[in-house]
């Protein structure tokens, strides 16, 4: 009879567990459909106001009034919370916790966190970052040890340009939509994070936002972040598919790739050359500033460009012709703040002036959101 009893009543916790898990993606999956219709630079401020007062038991604000002027503040959905923030803010109950979710975890247990943020300018929306959190899967036994309840970060945000990418050959082929993988993932056991400018299409838009929601209410966890977003992870796919790494420095210098440095660049100038040294390596340019185009006047001596970068200048035919460095030539130049000092980091720094180029420029440096839509 204890048996039968301890069966029913190990059955009616499961069923529990998984009923509040239910909820809780219900819950998200409103917010999620909620967000898939909103438009970065369109959307108006009261409409995000609506939103903020449906969730006001859920929002946490910067500590600033509130108003279509400006307003930031995030909706934080987090499941089994009482364990959130047991498990975070006293020390004591790490251990039973860890051990909680670990033996229930193939019961459907977790702890997640679902985490939006927002920010409103001027009477429009002018910010979105989506983190989410899952707490359950133990990958080491060293996270064990030290009691730690293993995550992943899987986020989505705005950017108002591209400017820590610029070298990516990715960004040539979607220059609205980076996904990436941290090289290393500090606290956590991997990450996939996804970056989307204002003018990401609605394709891109629902890709960088493609969670997939199952994985909470799954009887095994997910075991990779891919498995959380997988509509991005697709995105990387297809960059390996394309073999973006081997045209890393490669990148073809045309007006897509005017615009897209016009964007991302920091400085953009249009330069004479004057003198050109070739010290080991590097080649070290100095230039007659003609115009700037975008942010300071670019620095007029000792700009070095490695070898890569010492390209030639095609000709309309696609053949090659004269050296791009060639003394008494005039070029766009292309540089970015690296530690407070201008760099070329593109293959591209330097292109030719022509018609096209030059207005492909002017329209990416129309495109460039720098500080308004996000952190770069």
């Known amino acids: 009879m204890i048996a039968v009893w301890l069966l ?3 059955l009616l916790m499961v069923i529990g567990i998984h009923v509040y898990a239910q909820v809780f993606r219900w819950r998200v999956e409103h917010l999620l ?6 438009r970065v630079e369109e959307t108006p401020a009261a409409r995000m106001l609506k939103l903020r007062s449906d969730y006001s038991h859920n929002v946490v604000d910067d500590g600033r009034p509130c108003s279509e002027e400006h307003c930031a503040f995030s909706i934080e959905l987090t499941e089994w919370e009482s364990l ?17 979710v670990n033996g229930l975890r193939f019961f459907g247990l977790r702890i997640n966190d679902f985490t939006v ?3 409103i300018e001027s009477g429009r929306l002018r910010r979105i970052s989506v983190w989410f959190s899952p707490m359950s899967y133990i990958a080491h036994k060293s996270d064990v040890e030290g009691g730690f309840l293993s995550n992943f970060i899987v986020e989505a945000e705005t950017v108002g ?17 980076l996904v990436s993988q941290p090289d290393a993932c500090t606290g956590c056991s991997g990450a996939i994070s996804v970056h989307f400018t204002w003018q990401a299409s609605r394709e891109e838009y629902e890709r960088a936002l493609g969670f997939d929601l199952s994985c909470i209410t799954r009887f095994h966890d997910c075991r990779m972040p891919e498995e959380f977003l997988p509509t991005a992870a ?17 990148t073809p210098c045309d007006g897509r790739m005017a615009r897209i440095l016009g964007r991302d660049s920091d400085v953009v100038g249009l330069v004479r050359v004057k003198k050109v040294d070739t010290d080991g390596g590097d080649t070290i340019v100095d230039y007659n500033l003609i115009r700037v185009l975008k942010g300071k006047s670019p620095p007029l001596s000792g700009v070095y460009y490695y070898p890569k970068q010492s390209a030639v200048e095609e000709s309309d035919s696609g053949h090659l012709s004269r050296p791009l460095m060639m003394v008494g030539t005039e070029r766009i130049v292309f540089l970015s703040e690296i530690l407070g000092q201008p760099t070329p980091e593109s293959n591209c720094a330097m292109m030719v002036p022509t018609i096209q180029n030059l207005s492909a420029v002017s329209e990416g440096i129309a495109d460039d959101r720098t500080g308004a839509l996000g952190a770069e």
């Open 8 to 10: 029913v009543l190990l």
């Open 33 to 38: 459909t909620q967000l898939e219709s909103l």
């Open 84 to 100: 959130w923030r047991a498990y975070t803010y006293r020390p004591w109950s790490e251990r039973p916790t860890y051990y909680l």
């Open 117 to 119: 943020g927002l920010v």
């Open 161 to 177: 340009n591209f400017r820590r990418w610029v070298n990516r050959p990715q960004v040539y082929l979607h220059p609205n939509l």
């Open 234 to 250: 697709q995105v990387l796919k297809e960059d390996y598919a394309q073999k973006v790494t081997g045209i890393w420095g490669k």
